[in-house]
C-alpha cells in the first residue's frame, strides 16, 4: 500500500510563493499519474494539477491557477511537487496529493478526484494565502 505525505504549506502573503512536495513510500510511482488536490473551507475538493506518468510530458491545471502554479516530478525521489507563484487569497486550502496508474491526466484531476477513498491521500499540507 503506497502512503503519501504532503508538506511545505504555510502562511503567505498574496503575491507570495510556496514549493508543497509529496513524498510517497511504500511502491514505486514512475508508471503512475500523480496529481495535487485542495480543499478550500466549506468547499469540496477539486483537482489543482495533474501530471502524466514516467517523464511527466503532459500536465493538467485548473482555469484558476494557470500561469501562477507548476507541478514537476522527481522519479528518483518518487516524489512529486507543487509551484505556487502569484499566489491569492481563493488558493487558501488543504491540498492533497494522491497517484492513479489507471486514468488520464486530465480524467485524474477533472473527474476521478470524486472516485478516490480516504486510503488514497495523505494528511495533506495547509496553504493560508493571507495579508
Known amino acids: 500500500q503506497v502512503q503519501f505525505v504532503e508538506s511545505g504549506g504555510g502562511l503567505v502573503q498574496p503575491g507570495g510563493s510556496l514549493r508543497l512536495s509529496c513524498a510517497s513510500s511504500g511502491f514505486t510511482l514512475d508508471d503512475y499519474v500523480r496529481g495535487w488536490f485542495r480543499q478550500a473551507p466549506g468547499k469540496n475538493r477539486e483537482g489543482v494539477s495533474c501530471?502524466?506518468?514516467?517523464?511527466?510530458?503532459?500536465?493538467y491545471y485548473t482555469e484558476s491557477v494557470k500561469g501562477r502554479f507548476t507541478i514537476s516530478r522527481d522519479n528518483a525521489k518518487n516524489t512529486a511537487y507543487l509551484q505556487l507563484n502569484d499566489v491569492k487569497p481563493e488558493d487558501t486550502g488543504v491540498y492533497y496529493c494522491t497517484a492513479d496508474r489507471d486514468t488520464s491526466t486530465q480524467n485524474m484531476c477533472a473527474i476521478r478526484v470524486f472516485a478516490y477513498g480516504p486510503d488514497r491521500w495523505g494528511k495533506g499540507t495547509l496553504v493560508t494565502v493571507s495579508s
Open positions: 501530471i502524466s506518468s514516467r517523464r511527466g510530458s503532459v500536465t
